[in-house]
């Protein structure tokens, strides 16, 4: 392994096909779980690799190093990076407020002002509000969900996953029987079933689409740890008589999150989809002219033929930052992948 | 072998009871209980007595349970809220829908995707290659029911193809036996009926259909590329077979064992994927009856279609299971 062997996001038709399996047979079978042994990571002081002696990166720094190389990356990174910008200067930035309606007087049934009318350049929805501005306001709820959604499911997970694979024995068992359970039902189904009887809000959004990935994080933390368990470096902590819960929190759990991150990244496209979809089934709640891109496609859905627009916008919204958040997400996991860092 | 189904068989049974219970909980757990729930926010304490009384729910939660299990047991899953009918024949009823439609979208994905993704292998890192991954992270990440608008305005509204919405023009007045209308169709030799009910699945199939399409895709990609590399088709090529017979008996062959859990599995999640496409198309499903119970608070449907879909999905997996032993000697189970 010597310091000229090219990258392999630079030269991808020279790679023999097998260094592209390790991320492809993972890659987009969504909901995206990682499988384990794809996401081992090699034990940190690798004496045998010199090549980035020099540079003394962590493997967090290293794979920063390869994002910052990869086209897939940068498109992702600007996407979200846009998509975030415009989330949070949403007040400064949108002509109107999210459930105003500016332009009612010029709305009829019939006819509804399309892109390009004067004073309004993406035009106006059946209600006469603005669509440019409903579409940043969009923006923000679509953060706001995808972001609390994951952290729900992120801490939920992490807390089952690690209670799982750090004290073993029955508590594991129970704990992953639990999650086997979840786990028969789909993703989706489940979300919406948590949503449709925990009332009809966007916090219960949230929580359903949370929850719904609990079950997803639990186990693949569980996994990861379970693998770090026979490492050298914990024999070593072991040996030097640490205790059970000490290696836990500051050898297992630290070198375990690898593979949570990148599934965070991914759950983040999913959670964008999948608050559209819940609020387009009308488990959002609040009014009609709510400025959510799932819910403007509910209420599109009535003028297909007069106004397409109404429906396309949005939906094209949904599509870029799930796109966003899933190149990001599938070029992190090939930037730790130890099998493509070695080439 | 009999052994092995039986244990899966029991694995099943704990799983769906422990959903039922979890269900059965969550329902009852919130604020004001699935009166609350199901009358809305301002209802008056004098109804939510009422109906407290009427389904049981003032008693304590284990003997509720205890109840619906043991009628469960004799196939009593209760009536919906909405139409009074028992929830097991209004299942009955979508549920032929549903599959019909599910069967569609899979056939679709499987006829495209795997042509796709093989041909994307062998033509790895060219433009070919790079189209198919451009197509299945879209595939991926266009929600399924903003691909169904698209579809329903370009090839409904606007070219008049084929139809909005529904599974089968009514003034048609076709008969039904199984409730698999194309199938009826057929049998009854009402050949238009049939082909009417068959352009009524081409739209929400397609849309079901997509995401199935780019997993697909992408796993036969990866697989053929995997298998491509491997050792044994390097010594076949050695030993002078033909290419004909490397693809089909080493190449293809061996790939297609990931693809086909993938299938088997993505069929089993279309169940619950076709909520979305189903609502859209007005095609009515099980799907379209989840989203109708949602949107009219039906518990009982929505309780029962929840662990019947799991079922579906759970029966699904341990038939791919076993299937995966006929198609690859290796992993039967003695």
């Keep these: 392994m010597s310091a000229n062997i090219p990258d392999p996001n630079q030269l991808p038709e020279q790679l023999p096909p097998a260094a592209d399996r390790a991320i492809d047979a993972v890659v987009l079978t969504g909901p995206p779980v990682i499988e384990p042994e794809q996401a081992e990571q090699p034990a940190p002081a690798d004496k045998g690799d010199t090549r980035h002696a020099d540079r003394g990166t962590s493997l967090w720094g290293e794979a920063f190093q390869r994002m910052r190389r990869s086209p897939m990356a940068i498109v992702g990174a600007i996407i979200i990076a846009l998509f975030i910008i415009v989330a949070l200067l949403a007040p400064w930035i949108a002509p109107y407020g999210g459930e105003a309606t500016p332009g009612r007087k010029l709305v009829t049934p019939t006819d509804i002002p399309g892109i390009g009318t004067p004073g309004y350049p993406l035009g106006l929805d059946n209600f006469g509000g603005d669509v440019l501005s409903k579409l940043i306001w969009g923006a923000r709820s679509s953060l706001l969900v995808g972001v609390i959604s994951t952290c729900i499911g992120l801490l939920g997970g992490m807390l089952l996953g690690a209670l799982a694979g750090g004290f073993g024995g029955w508590v594991d068992t129970v704990i992953m029987r639990v999650v086997d359970i979840l786990l028969s039902v789909p993703n989706l189904l489940m979300a919406v079933s948590i949503a449709a009887i925990a009332g009809q809000t966007p916090f219960a959004i949230m929580i359903a689409i949370g929850a719904a990935q609990i079950p997803v994080f639990a186990r693949l933390l569980r996994s990861s740890m379970l693998q770090q368990r026979g490492a050298d470096y914990v024999l070593a902590a072991q040996t030097l008589g640490l205790s059970r819960s000490k290696i836990t929190m500051s050898h297992l759990l630290p070198n375990a999150t690898g593979p949570v991150i990148v599934q965070a990244t991914l759950a983040l496209a999913t959670a964008v989809i999948d608050a559209a979809a819940l609020s387009f089934l009308g488990l959002g709640g609040g009014v009609p002219q709510t400025a959510e891109w799932g819910r403007m496609l509910t209420v599109a859905q009535n003028f297909l033929s007069s106004a397409p627009q109404l429906a396309f916008l949005p939906g094209l919204c949904i599509a870029i930052t799930a796109l966003g958040f899933t190149l990001l997400g599938e070029s992190l996991r090939e930037s730790l992948d130890p099998k493509a860092r070695k080439r | ?334």
Excluded at chain 2, 7 to 34: D, E, H, N, Q, Y
Excluded at chain 2, 45 to 66: C, H, L, M, S, T
Excluded at chain 2, 131 to 140: A, D
Excluded at chain 2, 307 to 332: E, K, M, Q, S, T
């Design chain 2, 1 to 334: 072998m009999l052994r092995f189904i039986a244990k899966r068989l029991g694995l099943l049974v704990i799983t769906l009871v422990g959903l039922s219970l979890l269900l059965f909980m969550w329902v009852r757990a919130l604020p004001g209980g699935p009166a609350t729930a199901m009358l809305g926010e301002k209802a008056t304490p004098e109804a939510i007595e009422a109906i407290n009384k009427a389904y049981g729910f003032d008693r304590p939660v284990w003997e509720q349970y205890f109840t619906y299990i043991s009628k469960v047991m004799v196939g009593d899953f209760g009536n919906s809220t909405q139409s009074q009918r028992p929830v097991l024949q209004q299942f009955a009823d979508q549920f032929p829908a549903t599959a019909e439609l599910a069967f569609f979208a899979i056939l679709f994905a499987v006829l495209i995707g795997i042509p796709l993704g093989y041909w994307a292998a062998r033509h790895y890192g060219k433009w070919q290659d790079n189209t198919s991954v451009i197509l299945s992270l879209l595939g991926v990440v266009i929600p399924v029911f903003f691909l169904a608008f698209i579809l329903k305005w370009i090839f409904a509204v606007e070219l008049g193809w084929l139809p909005t919405d529904g599974r089968q023009d009514i003034r048609l007045d076709a008969t039904h036996y199984t409730n698999f209308y194309v199938f009826d169709g057929l049998i009854t030799g009402e050949f238009d009926a049939a082909w009417d009910a068959f352009k009524h699945l081409i739209l929400p199939g397609i849309a079901l259909g997509s995401i199935p399409l780019a997993i697909i895709t992408r796993i036969t990609r990866a697989a053929v590329l995997e298998v491509q590399g491997a050792d044994y088709v390097r010594t076949a090529k050695a030993k002078g077979m033909t290419n004909k017979i490397l693809r089909k008996r080493f190449i293809l062959r061996n790939a297609m064992l990931p693809v086909a859990t993938t299938v088997g599995l993505q069929l089993g999640l279309l169940f619950a994927g076709a909520v979305l496409t189903e609502t859209v198309f007005a095609f009515q499903g099980i799907g379209y009856g989840i989203a109708q119970a949602i949107s009219n608070a039906d518990y009982p449907v929505l309780q029962a279609y929840i662990i019947f879909i799991a079922l579906i999905y759970a029966v699904i997996n341990l038939v791919v299971d076993l299937l995966y032993g006929v198609i690859d000697p290796r992993v039967r189970v003695k």
